[in-house]
């Protein structure tokens, strides 16, 4: 943020750099004390010693306080945020596994918070309504098991309610531009979450009312579609019957270029399989754009037993 010297000062920010033609400075907020608070636009939230990892058990919890009253949403950029994963059951995160894993908890106060995540989720980012009140604030809980190392670094915008780059307000996750990739959390770290529920959204853009999806072309992870429920080769992974503990789903999806009954939700080793092995693209006309993340508590193997990957997939709007 661009502030005069002093002001970046009183703030309790640093300086770095400067703007506004060199009367200003390029002001930093940072926190990392656990307990510690934030009411400053673009706030870094750092763990205790960082760039150095973070073992110590228990729980490090952050409050961000409205910079401004007229606050709608934070936008949580996961610069870094690698926190271990529970292998029981597989992909579980926080103290309900069998085995206590490492989680981030996001709270707001409207009742509606994102999925609880953990793994390895650098890159990710997240969105949370803070409610209407002035005095409305977030928590972010990292809860750390003392098994494995932590390390965080997180970057938190607010958003006024009025600003025309605003999520909607069902969207954990939000992108904008005619072309994207979505993945699921966990994905960097090769692990499907279980306890998922929450939907990923693009904006139309102007003159396009369609959108394709398809598997992104990795190296790394070799898998970008690993869900769990695979049936046998050479048949459909796409029945919500099959697709028990996770799914994916987007709204009237249609296979491929033919045309036929629209299929919602999508599961197993490819996406979009049906009569063979290999993956299909998924089109779908239904505004607004979509793709929903869904899992159980259960463990998240896939079809050879071991832990599955996410997904990562791409999008491309059509024209109209």
């Keep these: 943020m661009c502030f005069a010297t002093d002001e970046c000062r009183s703030k309790g920010g640093t300086s770095s750099g400067n703007c506004a033609a060199g009367f200003g400075v390029c002001c930093i907020f940072t926190i990392s004390s ?6 400053n636009n673009i706030t870094y939230i750092t763990n205790p010693g960082f760039p150095s990892t973070y073992t110590t058990a228990g729980t490090c919890t952050y409050t961000i306080n409205k910079c401004q009253n007229d606050i709608c949403q934070l936008r949580l950029d996961f610069v870094t945020l690698v926190q271990g994963v529970s292998t029981n059951p597989q992909g579980c995160c926080g103290s309900s596994c069998t085995t206590v894993s490492d989680s981030l908890t996001v709270r707001g106060e409207t009742g509606v918070n994102p999925p609880l995540i ?20 977030v928590s972010l809980a990292l809860f750390v098991s003392g098994t494995s ?13 009025t600003a025309t780059y605003r999520a909607p307000n069902h969207c954990v996750k939000y992108f904008t531009g005619t072309t994207g990739t979505v993945t699921s959390y966990g994905f960097a770290g090769s692990t499907l979450l279980g306890s998922q529920n929450y939907k990923s959204c693009i904006r139309q853009e102007t003159g396009y ?13 070799a898998d970008a579609f690993d869900l769990t429920n695979a049936p046998a080769a050479g048949t459909a992974e796409n029945r919500i019957g099959s697709c028990i503990n996770s799914y994916v789903q987007i709204p009237s999806g249609i296979l491929g270029p033919a045309t036929g009954n629209p299929i919602q939700e999508f599961c197993g080793e490819n996406l979009g399989v049906q009569a063979s092995t290999d993956p299909s ?12 993340t869904f899992t159980t508590a259960s463990a998240m193997q896939d079809f050879a037993g071991g832990v599955s990957n996410g997904y990562s997939l791409s999008y491309r709007q059509q024209p109209c």
């Excluded at 656990?34 to 009411?39: E, K, R, T, V």
């Excluded at 969105?127 to 002035?134: A, D, S, W």
């Design 34 to 39: 656990c307990g510690s608070s934030s009411s």
């Design 118 to 137: 953990c793994g390895t989720n650098t890159g990710e980012h997240m969105y949370i309504e803070t409610g209407n009140l002035g005095t409305d604030s």
């Design 149 to 161: 190392s932590n390390q965080w670094n997180i970057r938190v915008s607010q958003i006024p309610c």
């Design 209 to 221: 009312c369609s959108i394709v999806w398809d598997q992104t072309t990795l190296n790394s992870p």
């Design 281 to 292: 693209t998924i089109t779908s006309s239904t505004l607004p754009f979509d793709l929903a």
